[in-house]
């Protein structure tokens, strides 16, 4: 049974970079047609999805953050970090990740069948 779990730094100073892991047990990450989102959840606001990085390691992101967001991995360890550049504070949310086990990816998250108890990161001087 796949499992996902995050872990960030909590709190990051507006301007800086964040950065978030996701270590995967259960699964490799290579396996073919699998997708890994990121997605993130504002205080009191709803599911966020941010991008993907598939079993070839093909990058997909939401136009409205592409422009400060790199999903990567490290197969090695079977790992996918999320990093976001620039943060303001409505970056702040919990930052998670899920499994997207279709052959065709999606973006919305109830096509996502495993997914991260997910990390809050707060954004503030």
């Known amino acids: 049974q796949v499992q996902l779990q995050e872990s960030g730094p909590g709190l990051v100073k507006p301007s800086q970079t964040l950065s978030v892991t996701c270590f995967v047990a259960g699964e490799s990450i290579l396996t073919n047609f699998y997708y890994w989102n990121w997605i993130r959840q504002p205080p009191e606001k709803g599911l966020e999805w941010i991008g993907y990085?598939?079993?070839?390691?093909?990058?997909y992101y939401n136009p409205s953050l592409r422009s400060r967001t790199s999903i990567s991995r490290d197969t090695s360890k079977n790992q996918l970090t999320l990093q976001l550049s620039s943060v303001t504070p409505e970056d702040t949310a919990v930052y998670y990740c899920?499994?997207?086990?279709?052959?065709?990816?999606?973006?919305?998250?109830?096509?996502?069948?495993?997914w991260g108890k997910g990390t809050l990161v707060i954004v503030s001087s």
């Open positions: 899920a499994r997207d086990p279709s052959v065709i990816p999606h973006t919305r998250a109830n096509y996502f069948d495993a």
């Open positions: 990085i598939d079993y070839d390691g093909n990058t």
